[in-house]
């Protein structure tokens, strides 16, 4: 079985631009979240989404947006970045609709803002 | 909003040393709790988790965990370390009750095992 992928791996934009991430979960999983991971803040939620909606949310602003499709690959959308967004962003993958599973995670987005 | 605490930033041990690494977490409630270890260039995976039962659960690889509720404490050992257990190790916490499953992770323990 295929793991977690996500795309691209690497990516360097400028403040103010927008960007979105994608992720693939594993066959047949249909709970996605996304994660960031800085060195001064550890990793944290961003989302979680099932089936299509979002189902659970970490503290972070507006500007950091998800959905999910009905296949269950997973984008997430950045606008107006900032300098502190540069970020290694994670996705993860679990087969039903609660974090309280084991999640299988992706390779991660480094995303770095200029 | 929970809170997760590894106290160990950085752990340098030589090979069959023994490990423990500590995770305290804040939360009032029941939680769910989980050890993820992430091995140089690689994803980030389980090595253990506890919902509830006995509290020490194992994992893979040899690592064990106990839950201690009173203490809020769910450190995780090995007995004797190998130079393969050189990683980053996050101890992780969701609620189980609240109806806000947002999973916090503490900031991570570096481990260096020497041969």
């Known amino acids: 079985k295929a793991g977690v992928t996500q795309t691209p791996r690497y990516l360097i934009k400028t403040r103010g631009q927008q960007v979105t991430l994608s992720c693939s979960p594993i066959?047949?999983?249909?709970?996605v979240s996304w994660y960031q991971q800085t060195p001064g803040q550890g990793l944290q939620f961003l989302f979680e989404?099932?089936?299509?909606?979002?189902?659970n949310k970490g503290n972070f602003p507006g500007r950091f947006s998800g959905r999910q499709f009905s296949n269950s690959r997973s984008e997430m959308n950045v606008s107006t970045l900032e300098l502190g967004d540069s970020a290694l962003y994670l996705c993860?993958?679990?087969?039903?609709?609660?974090?309280?599973?084991?999640?299988?995670f992706g390779p991660g987005t480094r995303l770095l803002v200029l | 909003a929970q809170s997760v605490s590894q106290h160990n930033h950085h752990v340098i041990l030589s090979e069959a040393a023994s490990l423990e690494l500590g995770c305290n977490y804040s939360y009032g409630g029941t939680v769910n709790l989980f050890w993820y270890v992430q091995y140089p260039g690689q994803h980030l995976q389980l090595l253990l988790k506890y919902f509830s039962g006995d509290p020490l659960v194992k994992g893979i690889k040899g690592f064990e965990a106990e839950f201690i509720k009173s203490k809020f404490s769910f450190n995780l050992r090995k007995p004797s370390v190998q130079w393969s257990d050189t990683a980053e190790y996050f101890c992780?916490?969701?609620?189980?009750?609240?109806?806000?499953?947002?999973?916090?992770f503490g900031r991570g323990t570096s481990l260096i095992v020497h041969p």
């Open positions: 993860a993958s679990s087969a039903r609709d609660t974090l309280r599973e084991t999640q299988y």
């Open positions: 989404y099932f089936s299509e909606t979002q189902r």
């Open positions: 992780a916490v969701i609620p189980a009750s609240g109806g806000s499953y947002i999973p916090t």
């Open positions: 066959s047949g999983h249909r709970s």
